[in-house]
């Protein structure tokens, strides 16, 4: 890994170093700042101890948020899309017959 392919992040009073492409260096400093924010409230929230714990939580509070997200923004007309789909091969199997 060569210097210029190299990020410096700190997470949670720790730094790390990630390999990164030039074009993506400002997403992962975004990226890294969004991580600590969130493992910073849940510590903050005295309930959980101990870096692995946070970061897991921290982990699967975004995979939540994610899945949510892509719950939320599939397209209205999906459905339509799959009856459209279904009268298609319906007319292909009968036209075959």
Known sequence: MTDSNRVYVNILDKDYQIACPAEERDALHRAAEEL?????AIRNTGSI???????????LNLCHELQQQRKNTAKPNDAESISRMMKKIDKVLTSHE
């Open 49 to 59: 101890i101990g870096l692995e714990r946070i970061a897991v939580m921290a982990a």
């Open 36 to 40: 600590d924010e969130r493992m910073r």
